[in-house]
């Protein structure tokens, strides 16, 4: 069975301050290297038959929030 | 400069409660091909030095709780 990777990330232009507490976090814990944290979901759907426009329609709807939030997908295992 | 993926994900054996209640959401929504959904985070960080050992320890440590949650990491971009 396919199964659908969908990232979902807020905008760019959006302050992410979740990402910005964890950046700062590790950065408390040592980890100097960090210079950006941004925190995005992953969606994984075990999907019967994929058929891309109903994946962006599915993520346009219900997965994401157009408004704030951009998507990706990507097809992983056989497309049956 | 660098940036790293991480995919942290509930233990499979766990109960995704989340992922099933957006699973019903898209079957009451007319996507009767979405069999199962696992909602997880994608954390992107942007470091200047990407080492192995020490992606590893900020998941375990602080991205992720090992306890109940897998994470895997991909590199993107030029490991400098």
Same mark, same amino acid.
């Not at 199964?3 to 959006?14: A, E, G, T």
């Not at 979740?18 to 995005?40: F, H, M, Q, S």
């Given at each position: 069975?396919?199964?659908?990777?969908?990232?979902?990330?807020?905008?760019?232009?959006?302050?992410?301050?979740?990402?910005?507490?964890?950046?700062?976090? !590790?950065?408390? %814990?040592?980890?100097?290297? @960090? *210079? $950006?944290? /941004? =925190?995005?979901? !992953?969606?994984? %759907?075990?999907?019967?038959? @994929? *058929? $891309?426009? /109903? =994946?962006?329609?599915?993520?346009?709807?219900?997965?994401?929030?157009?408004?704030?939030?951009?998507?990706?997908?990507?097809?992983?295992?056989?497309?049956?």
């Amino acid at each position: 069975m396919p199964s659908v990777r969908v990232y979902v990330r807020l905008k760019p232009s959006l302050l992410d301050s979740a990402g910005r507490t964890v950046g700062e976090a !590790l950065k408390n %814990l040592g980890y100097a290297e @960090v *210079e $950006d944290v /941004r =925190i995005g979901k !992953l969606i994984e %759907l075990k999907v019967d038959t @994929v *058929e $891309d426009s /109903r =994946i962006r329609e599915m993520c346009s709807k219900l997965l994401a929030n157009p408004v704030i939030e951009d998507f990706t997908y990507e097809v992983v295992g056989e497309k049956a």
